[in-house]
């Protein structure tokens, strides 16, 4: 049973819109929630997260929405940029062993110029 | 400040050959350390990981073993390799004392591309 699902597999939008990838989750008892990023043969590296009694967490260009009680989270992606590009998993963890994350399949984001 | 590095970067090995990954971790004493697996098309699973040296508790039941016989270096072997033991392998380290971090959040290597054929 996949507790974390990231059903997009692929992305496309055009520089300057909007990017909004998706995740679903079934365990209700999940503390956080983690983006991460991903280049071609690199490892991935860390975008922003969100607590589990939050509902939005912004970033820059990057904003994070919870909804617990639809046990989704989203992350948008504004303006897109080329350099976006990139696979982008969803996460989530509890207090507890912090780094023992459950992650998604990942959703490849192009961004066309 | 701290970094990571695993090795090799690239591994193409024949079925029924071992296998030796290393990780270590510069700058940080004690972090927890994990070894993740990225299949084909897939998520990252989390393998192993590790709270101390000597200390490692394996996620699922698999060909796979680790061990940290340093306090920042983690091992990733196997005896005998199966063709689904083919992936992209990541190393992540994570220290709970630095207060800056979110929780959850990890640190990962550059990671190994193996293919068992």
């Known amino acids: 049973d996949q507790q974390v699902k990231q059903n997009s597999p692929s992305l496309s939008v055009q520089e300057g819109r909007i990017s909004i990838l998706n995740c679903d989750y079934t365990n209700s008892m999940f503390d956080y929630f983690l983006w991460y990023k991903k280049y071609p043969a690199e490892g991935p590296t860390f975008l922003i997260s969100?607590?589990?009694?939050?509902d939005k967490n912004e970033d820059g260009r990057f904003t994070v929405f919870l909804n617990k009680s639809a046990k989704h989270l989203s992350l948008h992606i504004v303006p897109s940029q080329p350099g976006d590009s990139a696979v982008y998993f969803c996460a989530a963890s509890f207090f507890t062993n912090a780094g023992k994350s459950t992650f998604g399949d990942g959703t490849t984001l192009t961004v066309k110029p | 400040s701290q970094t990571i590095h695993q090795w090799p970067a690239t591994l193409v090995q024949p079925v029924g050959s071992p296998l030796s990954l290393e990780c270590t971790v510069e700058g940080t004493s004690n972090p927890n350390l994990y070894w993740y697996r990225q299949a084909a098309g897939r998520g990252l699973q989390l393998l192993f990981y590790s709270v101390g040296i000597g200390q490692i508790s394996s996620e699922v039941p698999q060909n796979l073993s680790a061990s940290r016989p340093q306090d920042r270096q983690f091992i990733l072997s196997s005896k005998k390799l199966l063709l689904s033991d083919s992936g992209f392998y990541l190393c992540a380290w994570r220290d709970w004392r630095l207060g800056t971090l979110e929780p959850g959040e990890l640190f990962f290597g550059e990671g190994s591309r193996l293919t068992v054929l």
């Open positions: 969100i607590s589990s009694i939050k």
